[in-house]
């Protein structure tokens, strides 16, 4: 699993690429919630196009990371998700709990 970031504006476009599975997601996890810290100011959007899985502990960093944000006024939006990946988010119920764009340039977007 990588990790690669761009920032636009006052949103943090983080790039996952490889497997989120459990054996890679602690680390993940701990780059992200840095990161969060590291930008108190900025919004986040992940862009999981070269996410090709997603296991419980990956879909964990997500939800976790969600709340710090939303508890310090700040949003994580997803974009380009995987259909094998939207089909994980379904059968677990979390569609809805994120805001989920097509688009890179729609979920940057969005935060304006």
Known sequence: MEL???KTGNVIVIY???RLDVQN??????EIH???QSEPGSHF?????????ISSS???????????????GRKLKLCQMHDTVKKIFEVVELMDM??????EDEAVKSFS
């Open 45 to 53: 959007l992940l862009n999981l196009f070269d996410v090709k899985y």
């Open 58 to 72: 990956g879909i964990r960093i997500f939800v976790s990371s969600m709340r710090i944000l939303k508890d310090a």
């Open 16 to 18: 996952l690429s490889g």
């Open 25 to 30: 997601s602690l680390q993940i996890e701990k």
């Open 4 to 6: 690669n970031t761009k």
């Open 34 to 36: 840095q990161l969060i």
């Open 98 to 103: 994120f805001e989920i764009y097509k688009t």
